[in-house]
């Protein structure tokens, strides 16, 4: 089984910055990598980074890309999502994962934690 925990959601005004943390229990499971997704009601949940467990490659979709960082601790098994310059649009509930890197299609997930809620005002 793979546990996920994530922690770090709030509420935080546009130009903010916030730090989402995801724990993960691991037993008798080997994944390939571990990403952030956000879903906003109604719509279809999307990748936002992932991280090739191993390697250490994160990728990011275009509307994270330089502003957020996708980084993990080891020793912790623990996956981090640093969030800057925070807008609107970034409002969602994000969840952490887990699952196995494939050619072309990058990180599948198929262990979610139950998510943690990011509101951006203004």
């Known amino acids: 089984q793979v546990q996920l925990a994530e922690s770090g959601g709030g509420s935080v005004q546009a130009g903010g910055s916030l730090k989402l943390s995801c724990a993960a229990s691991k037993h008798k499971v080997s994944t390939d990598c571990m990403g952030w997704y956000r879903q906003v009601p109604g719509e279809d949940r999307k990748k936002v980074a992932t991280?090739?467990?191993?390697?250490?490659?994160?990728s990011y979709t275009a509307s994270a890309k330089g502003r957020f960082t996708i980084s993990q601790d080891d020793a912790k098994n623990t996956v981090y999502l640093q969030m800057e310059n925070l807008n609107h649009n970034d409002t969602a509930m994000y969840y952490c994962?887990?699952?196995?890197?494939?050619?072309?299609?990058?990180?599948?997930?198929?262990?979610w934690g139950q998510g943690t809620q990011v509101t951006v005002s203004s």
């Open positions: 991280i090739h467990t191993s390697s250490g490659s994160p």
């Open positions: 994962a887990a699952g196995w890197w494939y050619p072309i299609r990058g990180c599948v997930a198929n262990y």
